[in-house]
């Protein structure tokens, strides 16, 4: 398969469509997470549908002081790793062609989850993003677009912005792709030394540590529930090895099943970055959260449903940001 690279809309809108048109959109310097979701659209796709890359840099989504200039431009290679992952066009569009006329004056606002998280630390990024989102599903017209899970809050911007706009297209989240190490594959990852990388394996290390806690306290929770409330129930709790619920089996054998903590698990991730925040050279937590996915809002304690523990930190000039999902009121956890 030969990907063709187009310039312009009108081009993209000249070709000749058949099945379904799958989008993924990237500002570029693509790697293998980047090629998952490539792979993925060439599935859903099928063989008589046509999946399209685009690569823009969206200066909107970048504020004061954040690394645009220095954001890599990579367009050759990008282009071998789309086409052999499967892409049928490569849409690299110019500053102009996004933009004619200079910047927009209308914008999408991201709302009160845009100002939470990612959004108080970056001020402005959402509605930058989503209204390049905006335009660039009206400049590819696609039925379906993937973005990946590691951008957590905005793959949940997109999908609001779809619903409460009524764009006609289905959103499709893929699941973040990460390194043998744990690290979550980013185009960023390349400004690290050897040094400032092995701090930032803290992020998906604390992460990890996170969903132990919340798979032991579900195992708990799932146990007490086929066990009555005796001593037996208390030692059987034990002998499962939550070296907390270990330490006093008397409280486990009146603990009330239900969901486990939220604080708890914020706890075990938090012990993690603490320990990375004395490293040489040091982790600069911007925040640990576990939230609410419609919102981004934090969870309480008797929450159950869908959830997202994300953490977002630097390490030297590097800013990295990591997230896994997890169930509560079920036994286990995403991963």
């Not at 490539?38 to 890359?53: I, K, M, N, Q, S």
């Not at 306290?217 to 146990?223: C, F, I, S, V, W």
């Amino acid at each position: 398969m030969t990907t063709t690279l187009l310039r312009t809309a009108d081009e993209l809108h000249a070709r000749t469509r058949a099945g379904r048109r799958v989008v993924v959109m990237t500002m570029g310097a693509l790697h293998e997470g980047h090629a998952t979701l490539v792979r993925t659209a060439r599935e859903l796709a099928g063989p008589d549908g046509e999946v399209v890359v685009t690569v823009f840099v969206n200066p909107l989504q970048f504020g004061k002081g954040e690394d645009l200039d220095r954001y890599p431009r990579t367009l050759d290679a990008d282009l071998k790793i789309a086409e052999q992952a499967g892409a049928d066009v490569v849409f690299a569009p110019s500053v102009d062609e996004v933009y004619p006329g200079g910047e927009p004056q209308v914008r999408v606002s991201a709302g009160p989850m845009g100002e939470r998280l990612e959004g108080a630390v970056r001020p402005g990024h959402f509605d930058g993003m989503l209204t390049v989102v905006a335009k660039l599903l009206h400049l590819t017209r696609p039925d379906t677009a993937l973005f990946g899970q590691k951008d957590a809050q905005q793959l949940a911007l997109i999908r609001r912005m779809v619903r409460d706009l009524n764009f006609g297209t289905d959103i499709v989240g893929v699941p973040t792709v990460r390194e043998a190490d744990g690290l979550a594959l980013s185009s960023r990852n390349r400004y690290l030394s050897p040094q400032e990388r092995r701090t930032a394996l803290a992020l998906s290390q604390a992460l990890f540590a996170g969903r132990d806690r919340h798979a032991a306290q579900e195992a708990l929770r799932a146990r007490a529930l086929e066990v009555p409330a005796t001593r037996a129930r208390a030692e059987a709790l034990s002998a499962i090895g939550e070296s907390r619920a270990a330490a006093d089996a008397h409280a486990v054998a009146k603990a009330v099943p239900g969901p486990g903590g939220p604080a708890s698990i914020r706890a075990a991730a938090r012990l993690v970055l603490d320990d990375a925040a004395r490293l040489d050279p040091p982790l600069a937590l911007d925040y640990l959260a576990l939230v609410d996915p419609s919102d981004f809002t934090d969870v309480d304690e008797d929450f159950t449903g869908e959830a997202v523990l994300a953490v977002a930190a630097r390490v030297g000039t590097t800013r990295l940001i990591d997230n896994i999902p997890l169930a509560f009121g079920t036994l286990g956890a995403a991963s």
